[in-house]
């Protein structure tokens, strides 16, 4: 089993900054891509950023020139700096890891348990 654990969350004014991390742990895990999400109250959870074990990332338009996702793959840790925020980005923000055991096997899907995020305007 593979356990995520998100921490930087909080409250911020709108234009202010923001850098989440999130620590991968767990033996004999081989840590895929590993990636950024959101969900606000009642909207679906979205893809904010997603980088891959070699390091390169996509992210949603919305965040595009503002968030910046990287990653240490000795620490098993991603990170995502957020720049200029504004009030639309406050959401529960959840680690995604994608990981197996054996190199036989599919990738499963891990997650966090969510770190707030709340930007006042």
């Known amino acids: 089993q593979v356990q995520l654990v998100e921490s930087g969350g909080g409250l911020v004014q709108a234009g202010g900054s923001l850098t989440l991390s999130c620590q991968a742990s767990g033996s004999d895990f081989s840590i895929g891509a590993m990636a950024w999400f959101r969900q606000a109250p009642g909207n679906q959870r979205e893809l904010v950023a997603i980088i891959t074990r070699g390091g390169i990332s996509n992210y949603a338009d919305s965040v595009k020139g503002r968030f910046t996702i990287s990653r240490d793959n000795a620490k098993n840790t991603v990170s995502i700096q957020m720049n200029s925020l504004k009030p639309e980005d406050t959401a529960v923000y959840y680690c995604?890891?994608?990981?197996?055991?054996?190199?036989?096997?599919?990738?499963?899907?891990?997650w966090g348990q969510g770190t707030q995020v709340t930007v006042s305007s």
């Open positions: 995604n890891a994608a990981a197996r055991r054996y190199l036989h096997q599919p990738y499963s899907n891990y």
